[in-house]
């Protein structure tokens, strides 16, 4: 899992989209993470209501029942009460779930959101506000339609950087979440595009698997999404990637980056997103944290280069 926190303000009504809930989930490297959502009056003599509009969980959600949803009311004029704080347990409770997406509807005023999952592996403060690093998630609840694209993957950026094992190839651990608030099911397809550096170059070219387009394949996935489905993943690339040349391919490493372009299987909503985490060498185990960054999936398809 990851780290990331989310700033929000939300006026009349509006839906507030936490596509990545944790309830003290272990995770890598002796992590274990927890989800926070602070919700703060920006009137003080306001009286929100947060209610519970979906929760999508790996084996498939559900929508709630307006009458039976987790409700919270942001009682006024008390000062003690400026600050509604929910933990994981608290947005999903009712599905025996510790991971997954959900939907909080707002009414009743204006206020400010600020979300977030942290790695409680170090403790609390009291028992209640969990300690980490943290990073912006976007919670604007707008969906995607169509094709998408995750904008930036971690690349091979540090050293040692080597092709075997895989696992030393870098100190970036990508993770990528899709959540389907739909009650139908969702597919969604991705394919890798890979770019390399070269000492001294400021461009960064597009790399293309060994003997591609003949015999090479790209870095490609599809995942099923059930109705109300939540799915997150570590992705790594499969591929030794290379540099086309005059006098053949070159094996390269996709030092720069990666980007993944999304195909849906349908014109559905859904929300996709990256957590790149800045991990330990494996080999050593230092640094001893995990440094996350959350990227949300912007619309549009980038395509790969045609290498025929």
């Known amino acids: 899992m990851f780290v990331v926190s989310a700033c929000s303000v939300v006026s009349a009504q509006q839906t507030i989209v936490l596509p990545a809930v944790s309830d003290n989930v272990q995770g890598v ?25 979906w929760v999508c969980l790996e084996d498939g959600g559900f929508a709630d029942d307006p009458v039976t949803a987790p409700t919270w009311e942001m009682v006024r004029p008390e ?18 779930a510790t991971l997954g997406g959900v939907a909080l509807e707002i009414e009743g005023g204006e206020v400010i959101v600020n979300a977030r ?33 995750l904008p930036w993957l971690g690349g091979c950026l540090n050293i040692p950087c080597t092709f075997v094992p895989r696992e030393n190839w870098n100190y970036y651990r990508n993770n990528i979440g899709f959540v389907n608030p739909n009650p139908e099911p969702l597919v969604l397809d991705g394919v890798a595009l890979a770019f390399g550096e070269w000492p001294g170059v400021e461009s960064s070219r597009e790399l293309a698997p060994p003997g591609f387009p003949d015999s090479g394949e790209r870095d490609t996935f599809t995942k099923i999404l059930p109705p109300y489905g939540w799915l997150q993943f570590r992705w790594d690339s499969e591929q030794i990637y290379t540099y086309p040349g ?18 849906p299987d349908s014109d559905l909503p859904y929300f996709a997103y990256a957590s790149v985490v800045f991990a330990p060498d494996p080999q050593s185990g230092i ?11 912007r619309p549009g398809f980038v395509a790969p280069f045609d290498w025929e």
């Not at 640094?287 to 999936?297: S, V, W, Y």
């Open 29 to 53: 490297n002796g992590s274990v993470w927890a989800t926070e959502v602070q919700i703060i009056k920006m009137d003080p003599d306001d009286n929100p209501t947060i209610r519970r509009l």
């Open 79 to 96: 000062r003690y009460a400026r600050m509604l704080r929910l933990s994981g347990a608290d947005l999903l409770v009712g599905t025996g």
């Open 117 to 149: 999952v942290a790695d409680v592996s170090r403790g609390t403060m009291w028992e209640a506000t969990p300690f980490g690093q943290g990073q912006l998630m976007a919670t604007d609840g707008e969906p995607l339609i169509g094709p998408a694209h």
């Open 246 to 263: 005059i006098f053949g391919d070159h094996p390269d490493l996709p030092s720069a980056a990666f980007l993944i372009s999304l195909t």
């Open 287 to 297: 640094p001893a944290f995990n440094d996350p960054l959350f990227i949300p999936a």
